[in-house]
């Protein structure tokens, strides 16, 4: 295997590289969806498309990327999947009829929002010269975890009462598929500009998502051949599409264009969310939980949602003052007994202070230092994820996680990604390797305050402890790297002021007549490396024994202290017929 500092060495490579190709892939990305835009409707779904295919193919997998550092995740490790993919407003002849109308359509996005779920959608139908169509819509939701009151939408386009209402209520797991009937007419009033143009919906079938049984569909007038299922593939094709689904339905707006007597568009636009971000915020106890802030329940006032980087899969929460975060209902499938570490993903231009709460009972508290500067844009690097070292366990099944951020003046930028449940009794590396240094620090020393180094420490000894902290995580420890590395420079100046040979670094050769190191013309100094950490000598083999290769020093005998035992060490990585000697009064030793 691998020797410890090769094995960091790659460690750090792949933390490194995991920020590298995180931002080129989120750049190449957004470059693609700035090329595709245009004004018109066309130019619109070729930018859904890219915005869709880039997200299932590149975007979600670069969301998973920070998970394959094996130090911070050990264990089995869940993520959840927010961010939203979007299908075409379901029209016959839409990806070429309109002009300038890309922004319209855009616009009719939803903006960044909390999670929801949704629980039932009642469309109302009109009439148009004997043509009924879905006019309109009304949608109930609940926030995650069913943990407060259901919440209406206002209502989408129209509420036509040329049927009745069709309500299409949550069954299962969900809707996670529609097969939608486009209708489109050309009216004849007349001639010349009496002429009208009708581009509607008369039709869908809502199919629900089970992993055990089929349920039965709702349909909305008639079942139509668009099928969501062409753009928004199974992720799993082993089984029916109803358990092997990947996105199931988020929200439904509607995109509502009249132009007079020229022509009437009513468009259900449907949203869909990535299977994993599930219902409940459920913690196991076999497992890191990761759960993003936007399946929080309320928002602390001064908190918003906003858009995500692009490689946090999903939305961001965002503060520029003091104050709570947001709260978030989990539940617990784990006996009350289990204890967990929380961590937090975050981003900010300023240091501060998280709290964490259960139930309103504080749980921990800490300091944390900036990640970014201000005006910058976010990137991987933007990021950190910190942890507390106190675990905690939970009191009820069913509680109320609050995060809050203080101490921090108005006006800086605060982004929170996501929170993590660590079980307590998971062992880290990065922690391991911590505990591992400062054990090693504290024993170059002969008390804990660090005034004497002990006799038997090497400056060899020295550097190999010193990269044992330098291999250390910035990013899970960067502070106790800090004070670690200043104990490290103190042990190596104690140990250069008991050294009574002069330039023990190597710093140059023959450089003075009466002082520091002495020797033949062809030996050479190196830098360090993964052995040395600082300069180190070779010394060639010769064939000659009247002319050696040799290195020497001389020490004043001045600098000999009376009825003092003296040691003469080094380290030697490799030699054949070396030999060494001390000499005095020309005796040799």
């Not at 899969?313 to 499938?333: A, E, K, M």
């Not at 660590?422 to 391991?432: C, D, H, L, N, S």
Request: charged residues 20%.
């Amino acid at each position: 295997g691998f020797d410890a500092a090769t094995i960091n060495s790659r460690y750090n490579d792949l933390t490194r590289l995991i920020g590298n190709y995180t931002d080129y892939a989120v750049r190449w990305y957004n470059t693609g969806l700035e090329r595709v835009w245009g004004p018109d409707s066309r130019d619109w779904v070729r930018y859904n498309q890219f915005r869709r295919e880039l997200t299932l193919t590149v975007l979600d997998i670069v969301a998973l990327f920070s998970n394959y550092d094996s130090r911070r995740y050990p264990i089995r490790t869940v993520s959840q999947l927010t961010r939203e993919i979007y299908t075409n407003p379901v029209l016959e002849n839409f990806d070429g009829s309109f002009r300038g109308m890309a922004q319209r359509i855009e616009q009719n996005i939803r903006q960044p929002h909390l999670m929801d779920i949704l629980n039932s959608i009642t469309i109302y139908t009109d009439v148009h010269r004997g043509f009924n169509y879905w006019s309109g819509h009304q949608i109930t939701a609940s926030p995650v975890g069913f943990s407060g009151p259901e919440f209406a939408f206002p209502l989408f386009g129209n509420a036509g009462n040329a049927a009745p209402p069709v309500l299409v209520s949550l069954t299962g797991l969900g809707i996670f598929r529609t097969l939608s009937s486009p209708l489109y007419r050309r009216i004849i009033l007349g001639s010349g500009p009496n002429n009208q143009e009708l581009f509607v919906l008369d039709g869908t079938e809502f199919s629900f998502a089970s992993l055990t049984t089929n349920l039965p569909s709702t349909i909305y007038r008639q079942r139509g051949t668009v099928d969501s299922l062409d753009v928004i593939p199974p992720q799993d094709n082993s089984v029916p599409p109803r358990a092997g689904f990947s996105h199931r339905l988020s929200h439904v707006t509607m995109l509502s264009q009249a132009a007079g007597a020229v022509y009437t568009l009513r468009a259900p636009t449907f949203s869909w969310q990535h299977r994993s971000a599930e219902f409940n915020n459920i913690i196991p106890s076999s497992q890191i939980t990761q759960i993003p802030l936007t399946k929080s329940t309320n928002l602390g006032s001064g908190t918003s949602v906003v858009k995500g980087p692009g490689f946090t899969g999903g939305d961001i929460l965002r503060r520029t003052s003091p104050g709570q975060i947001s709260t978030l209902r989990v539940n617990i499938t784990a006996p009350l007994s289990q204890r967990y570490r929380v961590r937090i993903r975050y981003a900010s231009t300023t240091n501060l202070q998280f709290h964490t709460s259960i139930d309103g009972r504080p749980i921990n508290q800490g300091n944390f230092s900036a990640t970014m500067s201000s005006g910058s844009n976010l990137q991987s690097g933007s990021f950190r994820t910190v942890g507390f070292t106190t675990p905690f366990n939970f009191s009820n099944g069913s509680s109320v996680f609050t995060l809050s951020a203080h101490v921090f003046n108005s006006g800086n930028e605060v982004y929170i990604d996501r929170i993590e449940f660590v079980p307590a009794e998971v062992t880290f590396e990065a922690e391991y390797d911590l505990e591992r240094a400062q054990k090693a620090v504290n024993e170059l020393f002969t008390s804990s305050n660090q005034i004497g180094l002990k006799t038997d420490v090497t400056d060899y000894h020295i550097d190999q402890v010193s990269n044992l902290v330098e291999c250390l995580s910035d990013e899970f420890c960067l502070d106790e790297k800090q004070e670690l590395s200043e104990k490290v420079k103190h042990a190596k100046r104690l140990s250069d002021e008991r050294n009574l040979l002069q330039d023990p670094n190597f710093r140059g050769i023959n450089r003075q007549l009466d002082r520091g190191w002495r020797g033949s013309t062809d030996i050479t100094i190196q830098g360090g490396d993964d052995v040395f950490k600082e300069n180190y000598v070779t010394l060639l083999g010769t064939f000659d024994e009247c002319y050696p290769t040799y290195l020497y020093q001389k020490i004043d005998e001045s600098k000999l202290k009376a009825y003092t035992r003296y040691q003469l060490r080094g380290y030697i990585e490799d030699s054949q017929d070396l030999e060494i000697y001390l000499i005095r009064y020309n005796a040799k030793h």
